[in-house]
């Protein structure tokens, strides 16, 4: 098939926040514990830290991660998580039926995060917890000194403040299986003045109120109006969250759900655009999409599992092998994002290590790569600058839950500093390779400085602790500058990176 694609200088999308690369991690699973933490494993620093696992994630060039739940976060108390180890309660976490051991807190958390040098984004607890629970947890974190709770801080060994900018208001309140979930209008009420009182405190940070738990809740998108009519000018943010499966093994319709993921950005976009108007406000909310990945392959088993188990500690759970199609259908979502970088300005890929996530580490075994690791990697490395408007000429097709979606799926990004222009191409048809051409117009291109691409496996294939690399980024070949015209070879089910050098900038 033959696909013609336009990119014009002067047309951009937006700027791109870093953050749109960010994770997420829970506790929860093997997360934390035998995750990012095994005192003892033969990688383990001497703080119980998995060197191996660290060493993925510095590669993945985070620049956020949220923390410490999740549904998690719900009905936690963060003071259990702080001060001598040996004096730390060991709790039943209600979330996951999971006993908690709070050896991990959060100033082991921040001393990780430090090591992977990745910025900490906090979940205040809004199911159990209250407005001053919130309020001391910030005034812990990010207050210099001179009151009790920052004292207590210093105290602990942290003598400098962490200066946490972001603040997530609870966790999907909407969802009937949250500890302390409340009504729309409840939720608004007390995320509202948990935010004014946090900013109160500390004027410098931003604050991201809960959206609907996913787009297929029965109250959506009622409760982001709702909510926001309640809190829109104390807050910075609302999240989406939406976790995506194949079930019915229909390759064109689960990719499909990037474009539903569009229409999903784009509900919430006006929603906050219609708050925005009735209450002639000045200030902009942005999406933060801060839980998001494929999760589907061993779903429904576990609720089950979960619901039989006896209160395990740090327990083998959520921990999905992902295939080569998941890989595909990632690199075509993180598309979605820097094409909506106007709105989404953070997003976490959900979770990062074991629990649905693109860096498993066997208990006191590897640590090895799941096939979604490479595509999350190559947007955060190569899709900073800006957004580029892409016109995008091809054949089409439609499916259950969109029309008209193109075989193509194209997202193209300008870095301006490093005179870069890098072009992300998902070719999503079953059988048929596409001949692109694309106009660079108002661009001068150099050379092809890279090409990466992902293709030719089977479907269902996976990365596993044996084959570890099995499913991984190769170069490609077909893909040149041709009179200032991209033009390339884009095999069918693959994922491709091409950078192109660019004079005169
Ligand atoms: O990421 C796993 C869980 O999915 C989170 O705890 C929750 O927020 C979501 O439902």
């Given at each position: 098939?033959?696909?013609?694609?336009?990119?014009?200088?002067?047309?951009?999308?937006?700027?791109?926040?870093?953050?749109?690369?960010?994770?997420?991690?829970?506790?929860?699973?093997?997360?934390?514990?035998?995750?990012?933490?095994?005192?003892?494993?033969?990688?383990?620093?001497?703080?119980?830290?998995?060197?191996?696992?660290?060493?993925?994630?510095?590669?993945?060039?985070?620049?956020?991660?949220?923390?410490?739940?999740?549904?998690?976060?719900?009905?936690?108390?963060?003071?259990?998580?702080?001060?001598?180890?040996?004096?730390?309660?060991?709790?039943?976490?209600?979330?996951?039926?999971?006993?908690?051991?709070?050896?991990?807190?959060?100033?082991?958390?921040?001393?990780?995060?430090?090591?992977?040098?990745?910025?900490?984004?906090?979940?205040?607890?809004?199911?159990?917890?209250?407005?001053?629970?919130?309020?001391?947890?910030?005034?812990?974190?990010?207050?210099?000194?001179?009151?009790?709770?920052?004292?207590?801080?210093?105290?602990?060994?942290?003598?400098?403040?962490?200066?946490?900018?972001?603040?997530?208001?609870?966790?999907?309140?909407?969802g009937s299986w949250q500890i302390g979930h409340r009504k729309a209008r409840d939720y608004g009420r007390i995320a509202d003045e948990t935010s004014k009182a946090l900013k109160t405190l500390d004027p410098g940070i931003e604050?991201?109120?809960?959206?609907?738990?996913?787009?297929?809740?029965?109250?959506?998108?009622?409760?982001?109006?709702?909510?926001?009519?309640?809190?829109?000018?104390?807050?910075?943010?609302?999240?989406?969250?939406?976790?995506?499966?194949?079930?019915?093994?229909?390759?064109?319709?689960?990719?499909?759900?990037?474009?539903?993921?569009?229409?999903?950005?784009?509900?919430?976009?006006?929603?906050?655009?219609?708050?925005?108007?009735?209450?002639?406000?000045?200030?902009?909310?942005?999406?933060?999409?801060?839980?998001?990945?494929?999760?589907?392959?061993?779903?429904?088993?576990?609720?089950?599992?979960?619901?039989?188990?006896?209160?395990?500690?740090?327990?083998?759970?959520?921990?999905e092998d992902y295939n080569f199609e998941d890989a595909l259908f990632v690199g075509g979502l993180l598309n979605e994002f820097i094409r909506r970088s106007d709105r989404v300005k953070i997003a976490c890929i959900a979770q990062?290590?074991?629990?649905?996530?693109?860096?498993?580490?066997?208990?006191?075994?590897?640590?090895?790569?799941?096939?979604?690791?490479?595509?999350?990697?190559?947007?955060?490395?190569?899709?900073?600058?800006?957004?580029?408007?892409?016109?995008?000429?091809?054949?089409?097709?439609?499916?259950?839950?969109?029309?008209?979606?193109?075989?193509?799926?194209?997202?193209?990004?300008?870095?301006?500093?490093?005179?870069?222009?890098?072009?992300?191409?998902?070719?999503?048809?079953?059988?048929?390779?596409?001949?692109?051409?694309?106009?660079?117009?108002?661009?001068?291109?150099?050379?092809?400085?890279?090409?990466?691409?992902?293709?030719?496996?089977?479907?269902?294939?996976?990365?596993?602790?044996?084959?570890?690399?099995?499913?991984?980024?190769?170069?490609?070949?077909?893909?040149?500058?041709?009179?200032?015209?991209?033009?390339?070879?884009?095999?069918?089910?693959?994922?491709?990176?091409?950078?192109?050098?660019?004079?005169?900038?």
């Amino acid at each position: 098939m033959k696909v013609r694609c336009t990119v014009h200088r002067d047309f951009r999308v937006s700027r791109i926040d870093d953050r749109l690369y960010s994770a997420f991690i829970e506790h929860m699973g093997r997360a934390i514990y035998s995750g990012i933490f095994e005192p003892g494993h033969p990688a383990a620093d001497a703080h119980g830290f998995r060197q191996d696992v660290l060493a993925f994630v510095r590669d993945l060039n985070i620049p956020a991660i949220r923390y410490p739940g999740g549904n998690f976060v719900s009905a936690y108390d963060w003071k259990d998580g702080i001060g001598p180890v040996h004096e730390r309660p060991i709790r039943l976490d209600l979330a996951w039926r999971s006993t908690e051991t709070n050896r991990i807190g959060t100033n082991e958390f921040a001393a990780w995060a430090d090591l992977a040098g990745i910025e900490m984004m906090l979940a205040v607890n809004l199911g159990t917890g209250s407005l001053q629970d919130a309020r001391e947890f910030l005034e812990y974190v990010n207050y210099p000194g001179g009151t009790a709770w920052s004292d207590l801080r210093r105290s602990h060994g942290v003598e400098r403040p962490y200066g946490v900018k972001m603040w997530c208001l609870g966790n999907e309140m909407d969802g009937s299986w949250q500890i302390g979930h409340r009504k729309a209008r409840d939720y608004g009420r007390i995320a509202d003045e948990t935010s004014k009182a946090l900013k109160t405190l500390d004027p410098g940070i931003e604050t991201i109120v809960c959206g609907s738990s996913n787009d297929e809740m029965e109250t959506y998108p009622d409760w982001e109006h709702t909510v926001l009519e309640e809190c829109y000018e104390n807050v910075d943010y609302i999240s989406l969250h939406k976790y995506f499966g194949n079930r019915s093994r229909d390759t064109l319709n689960f990719f499909g759900k990037i474009e539903q993921t569009g229409r999903y950005i784009q509900a919430i976009a006006g929603t906050i655009d219609h708050v925005k108007a009735r209450k002639r406000a000045k200030n902009d909310v942005y999406i933060c999409f801060d839980e998001w990945n494929v999760w589907y392959h061993k779903r429904a088993e576990e609720k089950e599992k979960i619901r039989k188990w006896d209160w395990p500690e740090a327990p083998a759970l959520l921990e999905e092998d992902y295939n080569f199609e998941d890989a595909l259908f990632v690199g075509g979502l993180l598309n979605e994002f820097i094409r909506r970088s106007d709105r989404v300005k953070i997003a976490c890929i959900a979770q990062l290590v074991n629990v649905i996530a693109p860096i498993r580490a066997e208990r006191g075994g590897p640590a090895w790569r799941q096939t979604i690791y490479w595509p999350y990697q190559m947007a955060s490395l190569y899709g900073r600058g800006e957004a580029m408007a892409v016109h995008v000429d091809g054949p089409t097709y439609d499916c259950r839950v969109a029309e008209d979606v193109s075989y193509l799926d194209v997202a193209v990004t300008h870095d301006p500093a490093a005179a870069m222009l890098t072009v992300f191409v998902l070719n999503r048809h079953l059988s048929e390779a596409a001949d692109l051409d694309m106009d660079l117009a108002g661009f001068t291109p150099g050379e092809i400085a890279l090409h990466r691409v992902m293709e030719g496996h089977e479907l269902r294939a996976t990365n596993s602790a044996t084959a570890p690399d099995r499913i991984a980024p190769v170069k490609g070949h077909d893909a040149a500058i041709d009179e200032g015209r991209l033009r390339a070879r884009l095999n069918p089910l693959s994922y491709n990176v091409i950078r192109i050098n660019l004079s005169q900038e």
